[in-house]
């Protein structure tokens, strides 16, 4: 049996699976989502700009990709900040803001997957100055020059530090330092696990994890008083939810990984990390309703599902607890 199949039996054992139609329900959510963050992005960037720049990037699939991970990324955006107290107009902000964040992080890395250096897609000095205050004019007019998938991208930076800075409002707290340095952090180490041969597990964990905690570390930018110790335990929780996910994504490309020469943390175990990642998993989710009351985390385990490829592993998972009842 494949890690794949046996991670999801122990998920499922522990009831960290949705049943079939809570996913299905949950794709409908991520399409109606998805379809309403790309018109936005389309009109912010300049539609032109946003068509030429998918069509240098991807193949003629790139829009229906970008949408899936544009709603799945608001959806779990919503897991992660569900156990920070947020009004509802401030949840809504930062879901969307997460989701604007996994849509750049999904072109960046297409581009650098393709051999491209990151730093002729988003030099540092640009990517800096689009992140500070001073953007103002002069990052709408470097963000109008190079090529499609340039612009497309600086434009896309542009408008998510700027949705940043608003949600941040006028302060300029530990809060908003801490943000900035896990998104320099995550520009930091995209392409460096690629380049290692092999890849330290730290490497790879590290650069995994950061997305993740750059979709859910703002939403403390938006609560008006809080303790230090509060959004350092969330932080901390996030890395370990961002660990599990990375996890999950090598049970699922094992065999790819393992022909292509990939890293992958199950084929770096010496022994079966299955049972102590579902225990991890279900450890994650009894903190996160610890905090979040009584939420639901379909969400989330609807992206569990998503990870492992569809709701086929659903079916595959339920006659193996069958048959082994």
Not at 5 to 30: D, F, H, K, N
Not at 247 to 257: G, I, M, S
Request: hydrophobic residues 45%.
């Amino acid at each position: 049996m494949s890690t794949r199949a046996r991670l999801a039996r122990e998920l499922a054992a522990q009831g960290l699976l949705p049943s079939r139609e809570t996913y299905i329900t949950c794709q409908r959510e991520v399409e109606a989502r998805g379809e309403a963050l790309l018109d936005r992005l389309a009109s912010v960037t300049g539609r032109r700009t946003w068509r030429r720049g998918l069509a240098k990037i991807g193949d003629a699939n790139l829009p229906l990709d970008c949408r899936r991970v544009a709603g799945f990324g608001e959806l779990l955006t919503r897991f992660l900040i569900a156990p920070v107290p947020l009004d509802d107009l401030s949840r809504d902000e930062v879901a969307r803001l997460g989701a604007l964040a996994n849509v750049i992080v999904a072109l960046f890395d297409l581009v650098v997957d393709s051999g491209t250096d990151r730093r002729a897609i988003l030099p540092r000095p640009l990517f800096a100055l689009l992140a500070s205050r001073r953007a103002g004019w002069l990052g709408t007019i470097i963000s109008s020059a190079g090529g499609a998938r340039v612009r497309l991208i600086a434009r896309l930076v542009r408008d998510y530090f700027k949705t940043l800075r608003s949600l941040a409002g006028h302060r300029s707290d530990a809060v908003l330092q801490d943000v900035l340095r896990a998104i320099v952090r995550m520009y930091e180490l995209e392409g460096r696990g690629r380049n290692e041969t092999p890849a330290s597990r730290s490497t790879v964990l590290r650069k995994s994890a950061f997305p993740l905690v750059v979709m859910g570390l703002p939403a403390w930018l938006a609560v008006p008083h809080h303790g230090r110790a509060a959004m350092r335990a969330h932080r901390r929780w996030l890395f370990k939810t961002a660990r599990f996910i990375r996890w999950v994504d090598d049970a699922a490309d094992e065999a790819l990984d393992a022909r292509d020469q990939h890293p992958n943390l199950f084929l770096a175990c010496r022994r079966d990390a299955v049972p102590a990642v579902a225990k991890r998993a279900g450890l994650l989710i009894t903190d996160w309703h610890r905090h979040a009351g009584r939420e639901s985390c379909d969400g989330f385990t609807s992206c569990v599902v998503s990870w492992f490829g569809g709701p086929d592993i659903l079916e595959e998972t339920r006659a193996q607890i069958h048959d082994a009842g």
